[in-house]
């Protein structure tokens, strides 16, 4: 099964100093057939205006992660963590029994751009955490760069769920791999530019905010003729 998310087909909320793209349901955007993916439960593609941000408010039982595309996310929270964080690097928030945050745009000129991805944990109740770590893009550039799994492998941030993400950057001519073992599924979520999916004798065209799901794949290989950027999920 390959199962594209249109980009055009996402809910949108517009709110002035935030601009987002929801791939699945969140907020008053609902869609009982866009519910998540296996335990992919939210992606939402973020911009924020310059100085502007989420005031802080709450979350329980769920892995947060932050992918910063453009700019810089100012983060805090009630563990007394403080942080920036930027391209290249990858934030997980275990919210657990209960976290609050607040994330702003510490630039007054330039605009923020970051990927909100929510995980289901494996486990509900789970003590309140944070790790950030950052990915040079010498290690993303054509090859798919593990950043988030289960066990925290080659410094990757641990993830409570039975899940590898990996980011790329492609260029021109630019390709990477993933085989698919039985049993597992694939989330592919194209960040920038235009990516060639191809897998079981077909090829598919993504763009940027498209997504498509894989199941009962064996392998999938992913090209593009000019700069693009790719998040690939391998799910339980």
Not at 22 to 32: C, K, L, N, Q
Not at 108 to 137: C, D, H, M, V
Not at 171 to 194: K, L
Request: hydrophobic share 35%; glycine share 10%.
């Amino acid at each position: 099964m390959i199962k594209i998310r249109d980009r055009h087909t996402r809910g949108q909320t517009n709110i002035g100093w935030l601009d987002s793209r929801h791939t699945f349901s969140f907020g008053e955007y609902h869609d009982p057939a866009q519910m998540g993916f296996r335990s992919l439960r939210v992606i939402n593609d973020d911009r924020i205006t310059p100085g502007a941000g989420f005031p802080t408010h709450g979350h329980r039982d769920m892995e947060i992660i932050s992918y910063v595309v453009d700019g810089a996310l100012e983060h805090k929270d009630s563990m007394g963590t403080g942080s920036v964080i930027k391209p290249g690097d990858v934030q997980r928030m275990t919210a657990g029994t209960g976290v609050t945050h607040s994330e702003f745009n510490p630039s007054s000129s330039n605009g923020a751009r970051f990927l909100q991805i929510w995980i289901e944990p494996e486990a509900s109740g789970l003590e309140p955490g944070y790790e950030q770590k950052t990915f040079p893009e010498a290690q993303r550039t054509n090859q798919l760069c593990l950043v988030a799994d289960r066990q925290g492998t080659d410094e990757a941030i641990k993830v409570h769920q039975d899940v590898q993400m990996f980011a790329a950057t492609l260029t021109d001519g630019g390709e990477v791999a993933h085989e698919i073992a039985p049993g597992r599924h694939v989330w592919i979520q194209v960040v920038r530019g235009v990516v060639t999916a191809k897998a079981d004798n077909k090829e598919d065209k993504l763009r940027e905010g498209d997504g498509v799901a894989m199941s009962d794949v064996t392998s999938v290989t992913l090209s593009s003729s000019a700069a693009a950027e790719i998040l690939l999920f391998d799910l339980a």
